[in-house]
Structure formats: structure tokens, C-alpha cells
């Protein structure tokens, strides 16, 4: 069965989208009913525009497909590829061309995860901790040191829990340096990680919007 996680990061979503729909032109929209999960719309289009800094994108769509459309429902959209999947709204502000339409970027994606290492789990009886260093981004000159239990684990990176205010000083892309990693297999005791995502931490039913789940992807020479 194929893994997919759900990033909510506006940065991350932002160059992703910027990425797929540079290389990829060509994607499935359809709609479905809220209630009943009834597909009532389905078509292909073609990626048209991108525009960041406004929060949109724009497709082509067929006229005769564009009349099918329920407006105020929302929109699926999944690129060929099959590995970047979201829903979105139209935007306010629509082209003149009446076979572009434009849509809100979204605010979360969900994506299929390429993993060549299984993940191990680490358990709330476990405990282990990871020591974890960076540049606080609201301050070149604030050195952040915080313990953070670790979620899961593997080979090419890691999955470790921070506090919301933490999460505030983290900068995507940024190098983390860890420490006390030498709890898994052949894993020396420091390392340097590069951060990938983060998400709101849900575990055994429970979510807190205090805590993060934020993953990490090694830097291994």
C-alpha cells in the first residue's frame, strides 16, 4: 500500500506546486458531492499559470466541461504522476478567457512518499530523545537547544516532536544538527538534518496543536 503524508506548510506547498507544475502540464479535476461522495464532474486540463504571490494558479478547461462545474463546491486535482493530490476553491478574481479558470493555491497537499528505508516507530514507553541545535530564524544570533522526544526513525531521516513555539523558529531547509542518535543501528551519535515538513502531532486518536511532528532528512557524507 502506498504512503502519503499531508503537508500544510505554505512555503513547502508553495515551491511544490511551482515544481509539478513546471514539469508536469497535464492533470484530472472532478468534484464530488459533500454528502454522498458522488462524483459530478470529471475532466482533464492542462496547467495554464502560476501566480504565487496572489495565491492562484489558472488551468484550461474545455467550455462544455466548464458548464458541468458546481461552483461553490470544492475541486480535486491530481497530476499525472499520481503523487501530488489536494482540493481547492475557485479563485474570486477569474480571467476574461472563458476557457481559463483560475483556482486558490492550496493550503494542503497530500503526497506519496518514496521511501527506500522503512520507518521504525519509536513507542511513548520507549522515550527516546534527540538533542536538536539551530539558528532560531527570528534571530541570526539566538542558538536554539531543545531535547525533543522522537517520533520515528529511519535510515535517511527522522521524525522528532517540538513545541509549537519551537516550530516558530524553525526556518524550512534549514540544517539541524542532532545529537544521541546512536540508539539506532549503525547511526553514529551526531548528525546533521535538513528540515522537510511539519505537521500537527495526532497520536492514538489524540492532536495537539501544541506540538509538531516535524521531519527531518539527514545529511550523510
Known amino acids: 500500500m502506498d504512503a502519503y503524508r499531508i ?3 505554505r512555503e513547502e506547498i508553495i515551491k511544490l506546486v511551482q515544481k509539478k507544475f513546471n514539469s508536469e ?10 454528502i454522498s461522495d458522488e462524483r459530478l464532474f470529471m475532466c482533464e486540463a492542462k496547467f495554464y499559470s502560476l501566480h504565487p504571490y496572489d495565491g492562484t494558479f489558472s488551468i484550461i478547461i474545455d467550455e462544455e466541461q466548464r458548464k458541468l462545474m458546481t461552483p461553490e463546491l470544492d475541486f480535486y486535482f491530481l497530476l499525472k504522476v499520481q503523487d501530488f493530490v489536494f482540493k481547492t476553491r475557485l479563485s474570486l478574481s477569474q480571467p476574461i478567457d472563458q476557457s481559463v479558470i483560475s483556482f486558490q493555491i492550496p493550503t494542503d497537499v497530500r503526497l506519496k512518499e518514496l521511501r527506500l528505508h522503512p520507518r521504525v516507530y519509536i513507542s511513548n514507553e520507549e522515550k527516546r530523545y534527540v538533542s536538536a541545535s ?5 534571530s541570526k544570533n539566538e542558538i536554539i537547544d531543545v531535547s525533543c522526544p522522537v517520533y520515528n526513525i529511519s535510515k535517511s531521516g527522522i521524525c522528532i516532536i517540538v513545541s509549537k513555539e519551537t516550530l516558530g523558529s524553525v526556518k524550512l531547509n534549514e540544517a539541524i544538527g542532532l545529537e544521541g542518535l546512536s540508539f539506532f543501528g549503525s547511526m553514529t551519535n551526531e548528525v546533521k538534518a535538513v528540515v522537510k515538513n511539519a505537521r500537527v502531532y495526532s497520536n492514538k486518536g489524540v492532536t495537539s496543536d501544541e506540538l ?9 557524507d
Open 212 to 220: 509538531y511532528a516535524l521531519g527531518l532528512e539527514f545529511q550523510l
Open 7 to 9: 503537508s500544510n506548510n
Open 25 to 34: 502540464s497535464l492533470m484530472t479535476v472532478w468534484q464530488k458531492h459533500p
Open 134 to 138: 539551530f539558528i532560531s530564524k527570528k
